[in-house]
T-cell receptor, first 112, second 112 residues
Framework: DAGITQSPRYKITETGRQVTLMCHQTWSHSYMFWYRQDLGHGLRLIYYSAAADITDKGEVPDGYVVSRSKTENFPLTLESATRSQTSVYFC???????????FGQGTRLTVV | DAKTTQPNSMESNEEEPVHLPCNHSTISGTDYIHWYRQLPSQGPEYVIHGLTSNVNNRMASLAIAEDRKSSTLILHRATLRDAAVYYCIPSNYGGATNKLIFGTGTLLAVQP
């Protein structure tokens, strides 16, 4: 199916564990983004990518690692999860800087 | 970075027009103005974008001031489904605004 999908939809992990959130898009969009949204707050950009092998920090990159070896995938890794990283994570993609961005359905991550 | 100012919240009655303002006085000459909205418990969705001219699509209209320092998103007939947080975002090729940074947005409540 065409679109942007995130996996898993829900994840519970323990403090200190490594967690990887997956994002896959089928359009071959150049630009991809990762956001976090804490309960009752707005979206904050973690990392973004303009193309395969090109990534850049957003507003809140600390504690996160990204890679983009293939255009369609943009995984986000929490190297050592902390409780403050409990949040809903959204991935997005868009073809160009002035086209619409499409968002995934989100991953709800709880760190206990 | 171009900064935006939006009202924290607005109210509307169902089937009435809604005008959502956004000030972006520091916008650059090549920044497009994008609008997204986020319905409860969902990821953001694209609404509309424009550069200088007023724009219309099936969801809304975008009126951009002649000096481009402000814009207004117009929902012609609000429905209950339009209750959401609305974000205006300057976005440009290259530079910081390429990153699609969300501000605090306007929470729109629609009364039946």
């Amino acid at each position: 199916d065409a679109g942007i999908t995130q996996s898993p939809r829900y994840k519970i992990t323990e403090t200190g564990r490594q967690v990887t959130l997956m994002c896959h898009q089928t359009w071959s969009h150049s630009y991809m983004f990762w956001y976090r949204q804490d309960l009752g707050h707005g979206l904050r950009l973690i990392y973004y990518s303009a193309a395969a092998d090109i990534t850049d920090k957003g507003e809140v990159p600390d504690g996160y690692v990204v890679s983009r070896s293939k255009t369609e995938n943009f995984p986000l890794t929490l190297e050592s999860a902390t409780r403050s990283q409990t949040s809903v994570y959204f991935c997005a993609s868009r073809a160009h800087t002035n086209t619409e961005a499409f968002f995934g359905q989100g991953t709800r991550l709880t760190v206990v | 970075d171009a900064k935006t100012t939006q009202p924290n919240s607005m109210e509307s009655n169902e089937e009435e027009p809604v005008h959502l303002p956004c000030n972006h006085s520091t916008i650059s000459g090549t920044d497009y103005i994008h609008w997204y909205r986020q319905l409860p418990s969902q990821g953001p969705e694209y609404v509309i974008h424009g550069l200088t001219s007023n724009v219309n699509n099936r969801m809304a209209s975008l009126a951009i001031a002649e000096d481009r320092k402000s814009s207004t998103l117009i929902l012609h007939r609000a429905t209950l489904r339009d209750a959401a947080v609305y974000y205006c975002i300057p976005s440009n090729y290259g530079g910081a605004t390429n990153k699609l940074i969300f501000g605090t947005g306007t929470l729109l409540a629609v009364q039946p």
